[in-house]
């Protein structure tokens, strides 16, 4: 099961740090990508990070204002995003997938979390 939290309301320019919990398996033994939703368009990638190696992905969007983590030990995996902008208001969904590599399409991964909002005003 993978629990989403870190989302709320944020002035352009703020930065807001998301958090991915895992429980009932060993976190460590998956990729971990981060999308989000924006009402009326489809579910995009925004970063992804491996299972081994921690090697980082990133949509263009997203590049350069944001970083992407994970802490093994506890079991989570992190998204900080900086410079926040308007367009990155949505809904913020991580999910795992058992691949060595980083899916950015979705029905790639195998489970999801429920998903937390985001919404930066301008």
């Known amino acids: 099961q993978l629990q989403a939290s870190g989302g709320g309301l944020v002035q352009a320019g703020g930065s807001l740090r998301l958090s991915c919990a895992a429980s009932?398996?060993?976190?460590?033994?998956?990729?971990v990508g981060w999308f989000r939703q924006a009402p009326g368009k489809e579910r995009e990638f925004v970063a992804g990070?491996?299972?081994?190696?921690?090697?980082?992905y990133y949509a263009d969007s997203v590049k350069d204002r944001s970083t992407v983590s994970r802490d093994n030990a506890k079991n989570t995996v992190y998204l900080q995003m900086n410079s926040l902008r308007p367009e990155d208001t949505g809904v913020y969904y991580c999910?795992?997938?058992?691949?060595?590599?980083?899916?950015?399409?979705?029905?790639?991964?195998?489970?999801w979390g429920q998903g937390t909002q985001v919404t930066v005003s301008s």
């Open positions: 009932g398996r060993t976190f460590s033994m998956y990729a």
């Open positions: 990070i491996r299972r081994i190696g921690s090697r980082t």
């Open positions: 999910a795992a997938s058992g691949t060595a590599h980083v899916p950015r399409v979705s029905a790639e991964y195998e489970y």
